[in-house]
């Protein structure tokens, strides 16, 4: 990877000049993740920022029962913005953080990226942009909670799963009534009307996405 690692991020991240990605892989500390490991906890102190090369990485609150309630999906290309306030303030997470696939993380330490804000204005237009889109994807997801019924907002969930993963969702409807606060029943019948209407076909423990357009 070390060798391999400039040209990956050459074309990650495009937007970033050729000299500030020199810096970040000489900076920067790749962590390779499981599906389903942790990356971030709730009331951890960060001393790295967070970008993902690839794979997919969940963002979540979890309430004290341990149910989990999904506030976006970081890729390829994207950066943690929680991760980089948390260092930038040097604050707790408030948050937690794990893979969904496998995925790999360059760990940049909190004083480098400082740094590149004063020196790289690529690098400063790009910690804005991620905390606009983190900012926009969590007004959605509000949105979604406080606007519209369940099912509108199990076709969100499924829009958004789609955007970011592909039409194979491989979560069972267990998986997904607890993403939702629902209840697994409730949820297979709402899929169940999907899958009447065109718009997904099930499996056994996966869900197709066929055509959620017109929902």
């Not at 905390?131 to 926009?136: I, W």
């Amino acid at each position: 990877m070390p060798n391999e690692l400039p040209t990956l991020l050459q074309a990650t991240f495009p937007q970033l000049e050729p000299t500030l990605l020199l810096e970040i892989a000489r900076e920067g500390k790749v962590k390779q993740l499981e599906p389903g490991q942790e990356v971030l906890r709730t009331g951890q102190y960060l001393p790295s920022n967070i970008l993902v090369l690839n794979g997919l990485v969940k963002v979540y609150r979890q309430d004290e029962e341990g149910n989990e309630f999904l506030l976006y999906y970081l890729e390829g290309g994207n950066a943690c913005a929680l991760s980089l306030m948390c260092t930038a303030r040097n604050e707790q997470s408030q948050v937690m953080a794990k893979a969904v696939t496998a995925s790999e993380l360059l760990l940049i330490p909190a004083q480098v990226s400082e740094q590149w804000l004063a020196r790289y204005r690529s690098w400063h237009n790009f910690v804005i942009a991620s905390y606009r889109e983190r900012f926009d994807e969590l007004l959605q997801t509000f949105d979604s909670i406080v606007f519209k019924g369940l099912d509108e907002r199990l076709v969100f969930y499924l829009k958004r799963h789609l955007k970011a993963v592909g039409p194979q969702v491989r979560l069972s409807h267990q998986q997904i009534a607890e993403e939702l606060n629902s209840s697994r029943e409730v949820i297979s019948r709402l899929l169940k009307k999907l899958e009447q209407k065109g718009a997904v076909l099930l499996h056994r423990n996966s869900i197709e996405i066929l055509d959620l357009e017109d929902l």
